[in-house]
């Protein structure tokens, strides 16, 4: 066969039915789980204007999403669903005066980035969106939805993660720093909290004796090669004179030659080499971002104008502290509070935090670590942020991700309404269960097969086949005239559990002959009977 020219998308994926079997598990799972806690479905468009998502992102964002343009303006893919849930809401889509509203989703999105193991450009997110409700117990609830997902998949190996955002933004309020530059900062902190997170994840695997993964080392070396990328060009910079930074401390970010010889210290098994660079690579990652804040500043617009913020350095290392504010609820809460102890508005946004970790215990939600560090990756947030990570998928492991967004709705131009949420990372949860174990029931495609023996009997076979199916039966009816041998061989092969056997005796008396494929016994028996036990083997196995 030649060669076709016409090639998969990249980032992209087919699903063949025994794929899409998984895939619709899991997504019915999610409807049972969101639909329980009255949570009811909507969808929106699959492209939207660039503008609502470049007026909290900025004109950045533009490089990570799919952009084009039609008569309309620019427009793209939509890269999550969050966004266009509030511009409905904004544009009076949705009835308001019965809250609180609690819509959940499930659909495709985009993003245009290098396609990774675990991360493609066309992916699925399920979530909810819970709006009207300022209050501790509505936050508790989302996070308790979507624990509750990962029992009802089976899911046991996971860690949830909680922080506070309010706690940040409090504090940058208290030191003056501009709510635009705040929201240039989220991001940054979200990359460099995510890199040194993995980081500690790979030391750790090493000195526990686990050891990387191929997956593993190539996303170290991807992260350390950005941060070599930039201390050489910022090098460059330097002997041209074009560098803020002074050059003893760029010195301290030079790359570690040690970069080029992963795959030896790997193969090698040198681990102590490989802690070491992790332990360097740590904290040269964390310089070159204080770095950049105090010497470059935080870019941002105020009335159209391009300006950089240069961060106090005192500010700085009170944000880099933050990234070890992790851990159980009893050591990192004080542990913040001495922290914040001059920020009033710090210390009002952890009381509220501990408001949410109480009302969680309501809803039997106790096993979470708490974690100051999570930044999450859109600026929208306004209070409690939490992560689910699913470690057995490596580095690209989180599953879920949400928080409180109370003024994105008021910011696009609609009511001011308080509001909290997630979303699920569906392929990845479908790869988590592949890799804990947990066997995902995959029906047959049909309950039943019926196999009529000759022309003359198909007037009767497909009667047959729509009398079964008026009773709610998934019925195929065979379209290939082999020989009956052949037939039952096709069935067995399809793991239809039942097969209709239908000859001119059959069709004259009005009967047909049940074979159960799974203990090969036939009976001849009425089409009323042959219905009523097919239902009663089918509710049975679950399907």
């Avoid at 100051?372 to 859109?378: K, V």
């Avoid at 879920?400 to 699920?424: H, K, M, N, Q």
């Avoid at 399809?494 to 009005?510: M, T, W, Y």
């Amino acid at each position: 066969m030649p060669e076709l020219a016409i090639r998969r998308p990249r980032g992209t994926r087919d699903f063949p039915p025994a794929e899409m079997a998984k895939r619709d598990y899991v997504e019915a799972a999610i409807r049972r789980v969101f639909e329980r806690y009255g949570f009811q479905r909507i969808d929106t468009p699959i492209f939207e204007a660039f503008d609502l998502f470049a007026l909290r992102s900025g004109e950045e964002i533009r490089s990570k999403m799919f952009v084009f343009t039609i008569d309309e303006g620019e427009m793209v893919l939509r890269p999550e669903l969050t966004a266009p849930v509030c511009r409905m809401i904004a544009m009076g889509e949705v009835d308001l005066s019965v809250k609180p509203l609690r819509f959940y989703y499930i659909g495709r999105c985009y993003r245009y980035e290098e396609p990774q193991a675990g991360r493609y450009r066309e992916f699925w997110q399920a979530g909810i969106e819970l709006m009207g409700s300022p209050y501790p117990e509505a936050d508790a609830e989302v996070i308790a939805v979507a624990v509750d997902v990962l029992k009802e998949l089976g899911l046991k190996e996971y860690q949830l993660r909680i922080g506070d955002l309010e706690v940040l933004r409090g504090f940058l309020n208290d030191n003056g720093i501009p709510g635009e530059v705040q929201n240039r900062i989220i991001g940054p902190m979200d990359v460099l909290s995510s890199s040194i997170d993995k980081l500690k994840m790979y030391k750790r695997k090493l000195e526990a004796g686990e050891g990387l993964t191929k997956e593993d080392l190539s996303d170290l070396r991807r992260r350390c090669d950005e941060l070599r990328l930039w201390a050489e060009e910022e090098a460059k910079r330097s002997e041209l004179g074009e560098s803020p930074i002074p050059e003893e401390l760029l010195g301290q970010v030079e790359v570690d030659i040690r970069l080029y010889q992963l795959d030896e210290l790997y193969e090698a098994r040198r681990v102590d080499e490989l802690i070491s660079f992790i332990e360097d690579a740590m904290g040269k990652l964390i310089l070159a971002q204080k770095l950049k804040w105090i010497y470059y500043g935080v870019p941002y617009e105020e009335g159209g104008i391009e300006k950089a913020f240069k961060m106090p350095p005192d500010v700085v290392d009170t944000l880099i502290s933050m990234m070890d504010l992790v851990g159980p609820r009893e050591y990192v809460v004080p542990r913040a509070r001495e922290i914040f102890r001059n920020s009033e508005s710090a210390l009002k946004a952890l009381d509220a935090f501990e408001d949410v970790l109480d009302a969680l215990s309501w809803y039997g939600v106790e096993d979470y670590i708490v974690d100051l560090s999570i930044a999450r990756g859109l600026e929208y947030y306004t209070g409690m942020v939490f992560e689910i990570d699913c470690p057995l998928l490596g580095a690209q492991k989180q599953v879920c991700g949400g928080g409180r967004y109370d003024r994105l709705v008021e910011e696009f131009g609609g009511p001011s309404i308080p509001a909290t949420g997630f979303a699920l990372g569906i392929d990845r949860l479908v790869l988590a269960l592949e890799r804990s174990g947990i066997k995902i029931p995959t029906p047959s495609r049909a309950d039943a097969y019926i196999i009529p023996l000759s022309r003359d009997v198909l007037p009767y076979a497909i009667w047959v086949a729509r009398e079964l199916r008026s009773k709610g039966l998934r019925v195929e009816l065979s379209l290939l005239r082999k020989r009956l041998s052949k037939e039952l061989s096709n069935v067995d092969k399809l793991g239809i559990p039942f097969a209709i056997i239908i000859g001119p005796s059959e069709a004259e008396r009005k009967v047909v002959a049940l074979r159960d494929m799974k203990a090969k016994e036939q009976h001849e028996v009425s089409v009323e009977e042959a219905a009523e036990l097919i239902l009663k083997a089918v509710r049975d196995m679950g399907w």
